[in-house]
């Protein structure tokens, strides 16, 4: 099995994580790698994905797991197939797949924006709540999301860096500007949000990886 870091970076930012699937599917394709497929009345291939990234936020750290001994030359091979934005980073042959999906429960972002950083977002730890009010198919909700928010630090005027849970338990980099916005008085602009890095609890991915093939 073969672990894959790729970017999501430029337009490949807006592709929906559904449609990432298609998009990587096909790629293979294109590039005639050899899959395994599973077994039964419906197969499929063989793919699976770290959690789903937010539409619209660029990535610097997206994976997934491949069943396939199809390794040759795999890297070039991906790249020279996929769309646009698509890269592959990096790989690692395993004998099995480490559930990126579950094991992963924190990322990294940089965002930047004229003036984010002038509100001291290290401020949010000394905040008894950091309520967020927002839409969802269920109607209007508020919701602390204070222990959702890991780390964060100033940068500089316009930029700031944060630790947010990541996964089955997730605050959406959108929704913690939202409460920016709510909370600190934060300017209403379009921010730009790269995912930097993702975490195995407190573990890097790529470390977790390296240690995972040990």
């Known amino acids: 099995m073969l672990i894959v870091k790729y970017t999501k970076k430029g337009s490949a930012c807006?592709?929906?994580?559904?449609?990432?699937?298609?998009?990587?599917?096909?790629?293979?394709?294109?590039?005639?790698?050899?899959?395994?497929?599973?077994?039964?009345?419906?197969?499929?291939?063989?793919?699976?994905?770290?959690?789903?990234?937010?539409?619209g936020v660029e990535s610097e750290c997206e994976y997934f797991a491949v069943?396939?001994?199809?390794?040759?030359?795999?890297?070039?091979?991906?790249?020279?197939?996929?769309?646009?934005?698509?890269?592959?980073?990096?790989?690692?042959?395993?004998?099995?797949?480490?559930?990126?999906?579950?094991?992963?429960?924190?990322?990294?972002?940089?965002?930047?924006?004229?003036g984010i950083g002038k509100i001291k977002v290290e401020n949010i730890f000394d905040m008894p709540e950091f309520n967020v009010s927002f839409s969802d198919k269920n109607g209007e909700k508020t919701k602390d999301y204070k222990s959702f928010v890991l780390s964060a630090k100033t940068m500089g005027d316009d930029e700031i860096c944060v630790v947010l849970k990541y996964g089955n338990e997730n605050l959406r980099p959108d929704r913690f500007i939202d409460g920016l916005v709510q909370n600190f008085g934060l300017g209403k602009q379009d921010y730009k949000i790269t995912k930097t890095k993702v975490f195995a609890n407190d573990v890097f991915a790529d470390d977790f990886l390296d240690n995972f093939m040990k």
């Open 67 to 114: 069943s396939t001994k199809d390794e040759r030359d795999f890297l070039n091979r991906f790249n020279n197939n996929a769309p646009q934005g698509f890269v592959a980073q990096k790989m690692w042959v395993t004998d099995k797949n480490p559930n990126l999906a579950k094991e992963i429960t924190r990322a990294e972002y940089v965002i930047s924006g004229c």
């Open 14 to 55: 807006y592709v929906s994580h559904v449609d990432t699937l298609r998009t990587i599917n096909r790629t293979f394709s294109r590039a005639d790698v050899s899959v395994d497929y599973s077994e039964g009345f419906n197969p499929h291939m063989l793919v699976f994905f770290s959690p789903p990234n937010a539409v």
